[in-house]
C-alpha cells in the first residue's frame, strides 16, 4: 500500500506541476484575468497581496505595459487561493449530499482500504472535506486558478452546480482518457505543443460547462447529464466523416494532420481535433430531443445549414478575434454563443416547419424556398462583409444580427 500512497501523492503533484507550467506559458496574455482574480479575494478578505508578496495594482499595470505576467511562485499562490476558495464553497453548499461526488472518495484512498472500508468511507466525520479537496485539486490542478471564479461569475452558479457541470463535461466528451494519453507524450513531443492541445482541451472544457449550466433548467445531476448526453457524443464521434459537409471534412483532416506533424500519435491527433466540432454535440442532441429525430438526422441538418449560411467563416472569424483582456475575452465569447444559438435555433426550426421530410436536402430546399428573400438578404449581406480586407466586431456584429434575422 505504501507504494500506491506514493503514487497518488506523485500524481497529485505531478498535475499541479503542470497546471502552473500551463498557466505560466500563458502569464502575459492572462495577466488581466489574474489581477481581476486577485482583486476578487482581496474584496472577499481572503487575500491579503502584502503578505502573499503580491504585485498592486501599479506593479500589475506596469507588467501589463511590458508584454509580463505573473511569475511562477506568484501564480502558485493564485492556485493555492481559488483552490482553498473553491472547497470551501463546496463543504458550505452542501457536497455531502450528492451520491456522485461522494463515491470519488474512494478514489482519493488506496485501493486496499477503499475495498476494505467502503461502507466506513461514507460516515467519515470528514467525508465532504476530504471530497471536496479532492475534486477542487483536481480541478485546479486541470484548468488552472482562474477557471471556478470565472464561471460562476458568468452563470451565477453555485460552486457544487459548476462542479457537476464539470464533472459532466468532462465524461461526456471522454476528456480523463485524453488526458492519460497527453501525459504519455512528456518528454517525447514538445512541451510548447502539448501546452497548445491542453489548452484547446481547456477551452472545451469551459464552453461545455458554462452550456450544460445555462441550458440546464432542472436540478443538476452529474449522472443525468452524462446519461442525457454522453450517448449521443459518442455516436456524433464515431460517425464523423458522413456527418460534416466537405468544407468541415478537410477543416477536420487539416487540423488532424497539423497535430500528427508535431509527433502526436495520429490517433490521438483525430480525436483532440473532433473536439472542435463534437462541442456542437450538445445543441444537435437538445434539438433532436425537442423533435424527437435521431441524433443522426439533426446533426447532418446542422452541419448542412451551417455550411449553407457560411458559418464556419462567421465562426472562424470570431475565433479570430483579438481578446487581450476579460472583457474581450467575454465579447468573443458572447458572439461565439450567438452563433451557435442561432444555428440550433434554426436547425429546429427547419426540422419542425417540415416534420415530414427526412431527406435533408429536400428539407433545406423546402426551408430555402419559403425563406427565399430573407436568406437572399443575408446571403447579400454576407458577401459584402466578406469582401472586407480587415474584419471589426461592428462587421461580425452586423453579420450575425442578418443571421438572428432569419429565425
Known amino acids: 500500500m505504501t507504494d500506491e500512497v506514493g503514487k497518488l501523492v ?51 499595470k506596469k507588467r501589463m505595459s511590458k508584454g509580463n ?12 487561493y481559488s483552490k482553498i476558495k473553491l472547497s470551501e464553497q463546496l463543504v458550505a453548499d452542501g457536497i455531502g449530499e450528492d451520491a456522485d461526488l461522494m463515491d470519488q472518495i474512494q478514489t482519493y484512498f488506496p485501493t486496499q482500504l477503499a475495498k476494505k472500508f467502503t461502507k466506513d468511507m461514507a460516515t467519515h466525520p ?30 451565477s452558479a453555485s460552486a457544487l452546480n459548476l462542479v457537476r457541470a464539470y464533472s459532466a463535461a468532462e465524461e461526456i466528451f471522454g476528456i480523463p482518457a485524453l488526458w492519460s494519453a497527453i501525459n504519455e507524450l512528456d518528454f517525447k513531443v514538445e512541451n510548447s505543443v502539448l501546452n497548445k492541445v491542453l489548452i484547446r482541451i481547456q477551452s472545451l472544457l469551459e464552453r461545455a460547462t458554462l452550456w450544460l449550466l445555462r441550458n440546464t433548467r432542472e436540478v443538476l445531476s452529474i449522472q443525468k447529464l452524462i446519461e442525457a448526453y454522453k450517448p449521443g457524443v459518442e455516436v456524433i464521434g464515431k460517425n464523423i466523416q458522413a456527418i460534416l459537409t466537405q ?55 446542422y452541419f448542412a445549414l451551417e455550411m449553407d449560411l457560411d458559418l464556419h467563416w462567421l465562426r472562424h472569424s470570431v475565433s479570430e478575434l483579438t481578446a487581450n483582456d476579460m472583457w474581450q475575452r467575454k465579447a468573443k465569447a458572447g458572439l461565439g454563443d450567438e452563433i451557435d444559438n442561432s444555428l440550433r435555433t434554426l436547425t429546429q426550426e427547419v426540422i419542425q416547419s417540415n416534420s415530414d421530410i427526412n431527406n435533408v436536402e429536400q428539407r433545406l430546399s423546402q426551408w ?40
Not at 506559458?25 to 495577466?31: T, Y
Not at 505576467?69 to 493555492?80: F, H, K, N, W, Y
Not at 436568406?375 to 443571421?403: D, P
Open 10 to 60: 506523485l500524481n497529485h503533484n505531478l498535475g499541479q506541476s503542470h497546471a502552473l507550467s500551463l498557466v505560466n506559458s500563458q502569464a502575459a496574455e492572462r495577466l488581466a484575468d489574474h489581477w481581476r482574480l486577485i482583486v476578487s479575494l482581496v474584496r472577499d478578505g481572503r487575500l491579503n497581496r502584502e503578505i502573499e508578496f503580491l504585485p498592486t495594482d501599479a506593479q500589475i
Open 368 to 407: 430555402n424556398e419559403l425563406n427565399a428573400d430573407s436568406i437572399h438578404h443575408y446571403q447579400a449581406t454576407f458577401g459584402e462583409i466578406k469582401t472586407e480586407s480587415e474584419l471589426t466586431l461592428a462587421m461580425i456584429s452586423v453579420a450575425i444580427r442578418e443571421l438572428r434575422n432569419l429565425i
Open 126 to 155: 470528514l467525508a465532504q472535506e476530504i471530497v471536496a479537496g479532492h475534486v477542487t485539486n483536481n480541478i485546479g490542478n486541470r484548468m488552472g486558478p482562474t477557471f471556478s471564479t470565472y464561471v460562476q461569475e458568468e452563470t
Open 69 to 80: 505576467g505573473l511569475t511562477r511562485p506568484e501564480i502558485s499562490v493564485l492556485l493555492a
Open 247 to 301: 468544407p468541415s471534412q478537410e477543416h477536420l483532416s487539416a487540423l488532424s494532420s497539423k497535430l500528427s506533424d508535431t509527433g502526436i500519435p495520429s490517433e490521438l491527433s483525430d480525436k483532440i481535433s473532433a473536439l472542435h466540432y463534437l462541442f456542437y454535440g450538445l445543441d444537435i442532441i437538445r434539438v433532436a430531443s425537442n423533435t424527437e429525430k435521431d441524433v443522426m438526422d439533426v446533426s447532418q441538418t
